[in-house]
């Protein structure tokens, strides 16, 4: 981000400062006819946790649960989690929970009422209000539809057809719920309809995938579609085919980005999410969608053979109005069996600080090869990617070994290095080969590293020429280097969200003028 637009961000919060937290403007927001209760709350459609529920219940921490989700992004899954439970005490809880936030932030607040945030909230005070009501006195549920009425005309007044991917969705469903529970509602509910209009026509590639290339963004796009056709069903609504076409098209890329054990693959800022979550999600769908072996306008490319499974990141960044959680992972992969992850990138750490987000989003956070330990395109703090790489890729099956080529620039500007990297999985599975070529005419230090899963064990022979990775269930992989040797250095894997240590696997040379190949196979260990 230029000084000249963080100048202007600034500024910008300052005036809305003003505007948004003077008195006269919540008394508008107040203003209207504001019924004693809500008439209109259809139910959320997500399965909970009832062991996570019955933790919250036993902690005597309410406060830390109350600012770990202050600003919602978790208010729905506690929520949930609490509905699982399904005891009065639960009930009691969600009310404390809500109470204390209206007692701290009821008033504007530039964290907590952003469209995202607001529609949110929204949708999750509205979607679970028939579960936890019950236990709320009048006085308690009007405030709660004040409140309610207060968040819901301050997100119809700011939200535009300009908000894109996770908060326009979030913006939509709480534009809906709230335009069906208060008067003069069809306006709000005609800009949340538009807004998702929009958000599928020019985010959608033609593939299905979605422009930002984060499996997060695919999964949570389509249960946010499902949300809202269940809302306007309810409400007896026709539905916009737009909605129908985009349930359709997202059903595909989500089936081709995840693993054995059912969450996702950890590219451009996705965490693995929840398997049952995205089960329900596909299930609730009600709409057929085939595993496809490639996207190739999102860039992605998925093997199967035997138990193993790959999965390849061979596009570019993405475009920089969604690079903002964007990773610098370029030619990078994963590989599963069965159910277990072996090979893996890093993952995201949505809740952290920058820096930490800055770190998940490097290149050296991935499987694959960087030069001189730098990023393979830029990233910052502020905005993610924010550089352009080109890259190609090619896919080619041969006496059932499948093959993917790829390649990429983002070296070139810089050091004048292309990388190119060539992935192979046997017929059976049981070999995954990998050839990674460097063209160029200096001298640069280049390592390729592979992440692995917290449950894989792995050792390291004496010689430093191969690791063996065991998995929690005893299979047994060989990593070979064909020439240079090996090391295990520490890692971090944040599958969801929070950090677990870890290790990779290193090796590290110096390119030479013209080619410098480096190749390496990843092969089972059979039991005798």
């Given at each position: 981000?230029t000084?000249a637009?963080?100048?202007?961000?600034k500024?910008?919060q300052?005036?809305?400062?003003?505007?948004?937290g003077?008195?006269?403007?919540?008394?508008?927001?107040?203003?209207?006819?504001?019924?004693?209760q809500?008439?209109?709350?259809?139910?959320?459609l997500?399965?909970?946790?009832?062991?996570?529920g019955?933790?919250l219940?036993?902690?005597?921490?309410?406060?830390?649960?109350?600012?770990?989700d202050?600003?919602?992004?978790?208010?729905?899954?506690?929520?949930?989690?609490?509905?699982?439970?399904?005891?009065?005490?639960?009930?009691r809880?969600?009310?404390?929970?809500?109470?204390?936030?209206?007692?701290?932030?009821?008033h504007?607040d530039?964290?907590e009422?952003?469209?995202?945030?607001?529609?949110?909230?929204l949708?999750?005070?509205?979607?679970?209000?028939?579960?936890?009501?019950?236990?709320?006195?009048?006085?308690?549920?009007?405030?709660?539809?004040?409140?309610?009425?207060?968040?819901?005309?301050?997100l119809?007044?700011?939200?535009?057809?300009?908000?894109?991917?996770?908060?326009?969705?979030?913006?939509?469903r709480?534009?809906?719920y709230?335009?069906?529970?208060?008067?003069?509602?069809?306006?709000?509910?005609?800009?949340?309809?538009a807004?998702?209009?929009?958000?599928?026509?020019?985010?959608?590639?033609?593939?299905?995938?979605?422009?930002?290339?984060?499996?997060?963004?695919?999964?949570?796009l389509l249960?946010?579609?499902v949300?809202?056709r269940h809302?306007?069903?309810?409400a007896e609504?026709?539905?916009?085919p737009s909605i129908?076409?985009?349930?359709?098209?997202?059903?595909s890329?989500?089936?081709?980005?995840?693993?054995?054990d059912g969450?996702?693959?950890?590219?451009?800022?996705?965490?693995?999410?929840?398997?049952?979550?995205?089960?329900?999600?596909?299930?609730?769908?009600?709409?057929?969608?085939?595993?496809?072996?490639?996207?190739?306008?999102?860039?992605?490319?998925?093997?199967i053979a035997?138990?193993?499974?790959?999965?390849?990141?061979?596009?570019?960044?993405?475009p920089?109005?969604?690079?903002?959680?964007?990773?610098?992972?370029?030619?990078?992969?994963?590989?599963?069996v069965?159910?277990?992850r072996?090979?893996?990138?890093?993952g995201?750490?949505?809740n952290?600080?920058?820096?930490?987000?800055?770190?998940?989003?490097?290149?050296?956070?991935h499987?694959?090869?960087?030069?001189?330990?730098?990023?393979?395109?830029?990233?910052?703090?502020?905005?993610?990617?924010?550089?352009?790489?080109?890259?190609?890729?090619?896919?080619?099956?041969?006496?059932?070994d499948?093959?993917?080529?790829?390649?990429?620039?983002?070296?070139?500007?810089?050091?004048?290095?292309?990388?190119?990297?060539?992935?192979?999985?046997?017929?059976?599975g049981?070999?995954?080969?990998g050839?990674d070529l460097?063209?160029?005419?200096?001298?640069h230090?280049?390592?390729?590293?592979w992440?692995?899963?917290?449950?894989?064990?792995?050792?390291?022979s004496?010689?430093?020429?191969?690791?063996?990775?065991?998995?929690?269930?005893?299979?047994?992989?060989r990593?070979?280097?064909?020439?240079?040797r090996l090391?295990?250095?520490?890692?971090?894997?944040?599958?969801?969200?929070?950090?677990r240590r870890?290790?990779?696997?290193?090796?590290s040379?110096?390119?030479?003028?013209?080619?410098?190949?480096?190749?390496w196979?990843?092969?089972?260990?059979?039991?005798?």
């Amino acid at each position: 981000m230029t000084q000249a637009a963080k100048l202007i961000g600034k500024v910008r919060q300052g005036v809305q400062s003003v505007a948004y937290g003077n008195p006269l403007y919540q008394r508008i927001l107040s203003s209207g006819d504001v019924p004693l209760q809500l008439h209109f709350t259809p139910s959320d459609l997500w399965p909970g946790d009832a062991h996570a529920g019955e933790a919250l219940l036993a902690s005597q921490e309410t406060m830390f649960f109350l600012a770990e989700d202050s600003s919602l992004r978790n208010a729905a899954i506690t929520l949930r989690n609490l509905r699982a439970v399904g005891s009065d005490a639960a009930r009691r809880m969600c009310i404390r929970l809500i109470d204390g936030w209206m007692q701290q932030f009821d008033h504007w607040d530039k964290d907590e009422w952003t469209p995202k945030n607001l529609g949110a909230r929204l949708a999750a005070w509205i979607g679970f209000y028939d579960f936890y009501s019950p236990a709320g006195d009048a006085a308690f549920i009007e405030r709660l539809v004040a409140s309610i009425h207060r968040q819901w005309n301050h997100l119809a007044r700011i939200t535009s057809t300009s908000l894109k991917g996770v908060e326009a969705i979030e913006a939509a469903r709480g534009l809906l719920y709230g335009g069906l529970n208060f008067p003069n509602g069809d306006k709000a509910m005609g800009l949340a309809c538009a807004l998702i209009q929009r958000q599928l026509a020019s985010e959608l590639l033609s593939d299905g995938g979605h422009i930002s290339r984060n499996p997060s963004v695919q999964f949570r796009l389509l249960r946010g579609l499902v949300d809202i056709r269940h809302v306007l069903e309810q409400a007896e609504i026709r539905l916009p085919p737009s909605i129908g076409t985009g349930l359709t098209a997202l059903i595909s890329p989500l089936k081709v980005l995840r693993h054995g054990d059912g969450g996702l693959a950890l590219f451009n800022g996705a965490i693995e999410e929840t398997p049952l979550a995205i089960d329900a999600v596909l299930t609730q769908a009600v709409v057929r969608g085939r595993v496809l072996r490639r996207l190739p306008e999102m860039g992605y490319e998925r093997m199967i053979a035997g138990r193993s499974l790959l999965l390849v990141d061979a596009g570019a960044p993405p475009p920089l109005a969604f690079g903002h959680d964007g990773h610098a992972g370029l030619l990078s992969f994963e590989f599963s069996v069965g159910r277990e992850r072996l090979i893996v990138n890093c993952g995201a750490s949505p809740n952290s600080l920058p820096e930490w987000r800055t770190a998940c989003a490097a290149t050296a956070a991935h499987s694959t090869l960087t030069i001189d330990d730098t990023n393979a395109c830029s990233l910052n703090a502020d905005d993610g990617i924010v550089g352009q790489v080109v890259t190609s890729a090619q896919r080619f099956e041969e006496n059932g070994d499948q093959t993917v080529e790829m390649a990429h620039n983002g070296y070139f500007s810089r050091f004048g290095i292309t990388h190119s990297r060539t992935l192979r999985l046997s017929s059976d599975g049981d070999t995954l080969s990998g050839r990674d070529l460097l063209q160029g005419s200096k001298r640069h230090t280049f390592t390729l590293r592979w992440h692995v899963h917290p449950k894989v064990q792995a050792s390291l022979s004496q010689d430093g020429k191969t690791v063996l990775l065991r998995t929690a269930a005893g299979s047994g992989w060989r990593l070979r280097l064909d020439q240079g040797r090996l090391s295990l250095e520490s890692s971090v894997y944040c599958g969801q969200g929070i950090p677990r240590r870890t290790v990779h696997v290193k090796a590290s040379g110096v390119t030479h003028p013209g080619d410098t190949v480096v190749r390496w196979n990843l092969s089972h260990e059979r039991k005798n």
